[in-house]
């Protein structure tokens, strides 16, 4: 069930609960009024402690929407952060200012850390390079939303498959789902990580295909999910000129797209997507940004058990096996690396032979 | 109709219009209760490209006495445009997230091509230095209130009238109405440009005087705009030394004035009017300011078809010819020399032998 | 009566306004629904010169929960103060903004000055160094809330006692309840400044004690409140070194502690309460933070008179004689010398020889 629940994880939610947030978010969709007051008297609290306009807007129309009020910060310069105050604190006394929490924080691990201290449920809505979970859920609301359904897909993603943590949330989420195939598009220098094959593999009957070409490969896609490749991403400058056109989407290569093939995209574009394009029905994207208020608005109404709930069956975790241990986690960037609070390190050994760390999901090595 | 509509120029709204906002605003003054939940569910998104607290917080409360809630920014620094992407793009994310615009920008003509992106009705909050339709129409309403009527007025308008774009705005809508005059009191450095003249001249019938003195002729006006005149406008310094205390507003020079006149003053002031002269009943600029939170409720209520309309018949262009042209605009500052995206741009020829950028209305050289 | 009053010293309020703040925020820690709309309609305007986000969503969460409205800002950098407009016509144009303000500035006696400016009430919610009343109000109350009583007790204050705003204000509140006894516990370079020990001998029948000694005495308090000592607080940097551990609270040194004593802190807490201390039942600190939200709820309202109101007699005035003269203050700090705007200073005769300003409070010498 979800009310209550914190997602910090896309793994957090099992395959039936996303099927109850599509469902309400389909149904606010066609019945706004329906759900305007759902919220009253109810406050998201956005803490953000890097900016991030796109996202924090997004949560705070959902929550007006639905009737309810918002307060926050979105960057966290002069806070208290600045006086040596520790996050579980900044959390412990934030929290209370609202009933639910999305929050936004440079550091892997800082949204596990603010669930354990919050008295509120908290959505993660970015930690530094680790997860984005309403971005995929946001992803997979648009699939279903112009498609019909989550399996039996043909998905290619293109573009700096290296680096991008969308991308990398999105195949596994989409790989939960039955028959769903993936025809992975870069270049060699941004080519997917192997941790996600081999995730893929685990998994068993999920089919990947790995190009650098774009063009050879469309017609077989039904979704065309675009990424953004960077000029600082390449050590060799000359490369990246000589590659970058190549993964740019314009009306010829739709050609022999699938009429009904959808083109997504994160957003911001800058030139991975040609203007033109805009005015293909195929170009989604812009539809999914509008969906991604309505995925929230739909799991803010059910974690504050605002609507009824249809008992959705919750994900059995994965972590076999949870060792409170005192081990340093390499990941400079890591949460447990900034505070100076002592507490306890959750580690996980997923079947692996090597801990995890439990706030960023690392490899201890 | 004002349902639906956009605000970008004060020329979009026919005088009827005007009127009908008139009397709805005055109507909220009285009744402030009557219109406290008759936004409910709806949202304003005030998108601000560079800060304006002041013109943001108006907007702010104006959606809120109507019941209805806020969301925005208020600076760009960290957003997706400083990652490269364009203003439409922007616009066409963001604007979904409200059902209704504000929007400030530095460049000229971006409030334009806002509304050519965005889903909702889109009111142009300052785009750079062109127009800032909102304080005309406080203005107006201002002058309304105070002295019930918007015909037959001397108008002084005093200060920099040189680079004024309040002050240009508000002479353009006054001479639209019926036997208004005026007279320009500035220093010659900052005297009203020469196409300001030349478009009352075309309109026909609208005396004007141009004089150094504001002694001279503050017994014959019904209104006293004040604007600031600022150092840095001057070449010499000296000239700016010896002129400026003849353009501030003190006591004895209200002497010979009307009982009835009113002083305006478009905030913020610093020297160019006497505190002292806040006592005198004729200092109306502070009831200026509180009255734009009126015009803007009244303005959000009919562009949102809140209210029933009377049917107030639009204003009828006077762009004769529409075409559609890849001409470079000269101005630096236009938001056609900032966007990498390719889109039409629209010159208007208004009868004059040149063609004018449709964005930035400035003349294409 | 609190309807229509400004907070702008915590001395503003007579015992008895106390006492109907406190049983009001308690009725709404209880009954959260039953005040969940009586702010419908009513806006709080949030004008904070200098951030401080933690008092800021206090104070939004505070009206958010009544059913208002907020808006506001939270720095002063772009704005019209930089301009060169004077704080009070900054008020005067944003109090029309909302129903009732909370107003944080850098300078002392800014909160005094706006509340002369403002159409609307103002709480002080922070103005320099000098008052910070809705602290002190809830630091109050969570004393009432844990004890059930503010007479006969033992308080020891420790840590930085020379320059705490917060703990001088708690000082001279307290006293003003029968039976109160201070403990102060400090380094003797932090001790408490002489003026707040003459005006507790002023009062008569306060006891207190000073010493370096949190061990010695801790067995003997009802509360204890910890502040942090800074290391930029001391000249000689080994003598901060040396000292600065036994002003940190350990586990250890509670064992000798009153089973129902109570451990606060104004937070952000560095490290001068040690984080194994939360877990003990004494630690108050973190629902001192919540019952802020509640102790605002509850003035607000009282303020704006959204509930029944039970007459609660005012605060008699101590200032004796009211002289307004242009008189120079001499704290920098004080808005006094950061406005350019002429107006009346007013100066408190308290039985004292010399004057105080009637803005900062600071003597005139």
């Given amino acids: 069930m979800l009310k209550g629940k914190d997602l910090i994880d896309p793994k957090d939610l099992s395959l039936e609960e996303y099927e109850e947030i599509f469902k309400l978010a389909e149904d606010m969709m066609e019945n706004r009024e329906k759900y305007s007051e759902i919220a009253k008297g109810k406050i998201l609290a956005t803490l953000f402690f890097e900016p991030s306009t796109r996202t924090r807007l997004s949560f705070e129309s959902a929550m007006l929407r639905l009737g309810g009020g918002v307060l926050g910060f979105s960057e966290a310069a002069s806070s208290s952060a600045a006086k040596g105050e520790s996050l579980g604190d900044t959390i412990k006394v934030v929290s209370a200012y609202g009933d639910i929490i999305a929050m936004r924080h440079p550091k892997e691990g800082s949204a596990y850390l603010a669930s354990k201290f919050s008295k509120y449920p908290v959505i993660n809505a970015g930690d530094g390079g680790h997860q984005h979970p309403t971005q995929t859920l946001t992803d997979l609301l648009t699939i279903k939303r112009k498609l019909g359904r989550l399996t039996n897909l043909r998905i290619g993603i293109c573009g700096d498959l290296k680096f991008g943590r969308t991308v990398h949330s ?44 774009l063009e050879e490969h469309i017609e077989d896609l039904d979704i065309l999910y675009m990424t953004r490749i960077q000029r600082e991403r390449f050590a060799d400058k000359e490369e990246y000129e000589r590659l970058k056109d190549s993964y740019i989407l314009t009306v010829d290569k739709l050609e022999n797209a699938k009429e009904d093939m959808i083109i997504l995209h994160p957003l911001p574009r800058v030139n991975e997507i040609d203007y033109h394009v805009d005015e293909d029905k195929r170009a989604a994207y812009f539809d ?42 390499n990941n400079k960037n890591c949460i447990t690396n900034a505070e100076t609070q002592p507490f306890k390190r959750i580690y996980k050994i ?15 090595l």
């Fill in 170 to 213: 999105l195949i596994k989420a989409l790989a939960r789902y039955e028959g769903n195939s993936f025809v992975m598009i870069s270049p060699k220098e941004l080519d997917i990580p192997m941790y996600i094959k081999e995730e893929l593999d685990r998994i068993g009957n999920v089919e990947y295909i790995e190009t650098t070409s």
């Fill in 288 to 329: 999914q940004a509008e969906y991604g208020i309505y995925a929230r608005m739909a799991l803010i109404a059910l974690i504050l058990g605002l609507v009824s709930d249809n008992g959705a069956k919750c994900e059995k975790s994965n972590k076999e096996v949870i060792v409170n241990k005192e081990v340093k986690c």
């Fill in 350 to 364: 997923e079947g692996e032979e090597f801990y995890r760390c439990g706030y960023c999901d690392k490899a201890i």
